[in-house]
């Protein structure tokens, strides 16, 4: 499956903060994939800076790209630029390699990374939306870790 890596972590957020995920009105397969990560620690993600999974059936997948619009930002306009923007710098500092294959659990475990960086990867988002999002983060890991019992560094 192929995933964005700001996908797996918005998944794991909304497991922390107990948001029951339902089919959203733009028909995208998001509360699918959080359902298969849900149930499966060891599903083979490769990660990419392109559409993903989660966009199958987006009414805003357009030609493999995406055509929606943020407002939250001064500096990007477009979501498909800012995605691509964000999930290299997570890529960065979580060290992914985008050539190998990786799995929830794998991800998890290195999860510390994108939570020690947390304000500075979202730098340009409001910083209370920051902080509340790894609190999620923090408790949808230590949720995911627990159902699945594996360890986890956080
Ligand atoms: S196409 Fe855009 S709006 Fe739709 S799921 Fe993908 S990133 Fe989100």
Partial sequence: MNIRIHHFFD???DFGSGKKITPHSNLHAYHIIAEQILKNSDIEFEIVVESDAVCKGCIHL????????????????MKEDFNNYLDKRIIDICGIELSEKY??????????????????????????????????????????????????DI
């Fill in 11 to 13: 998944i794991i957020r």
């Fill in 62 to 77: 357009e030609n493999s790209l995406c055509d929606d619009t943020i407002s939250h930002r001064k500096d990007f306009t």
């Fill in 103 to 152: 799995s929830p659990k794998l991800l998890c475990k290195i999860a510390n990374r994108y939570i020690e960086n947390i304000e500075f990867i979202y730098e340009g988002n409001n910083l209370e939306h920051t902080l509340l999002r790894k609190e999620n983060v923090i408790k949808g890991l230590r949720y995911y870790s627990q159902k699945h019992r594996f360890k986890i």
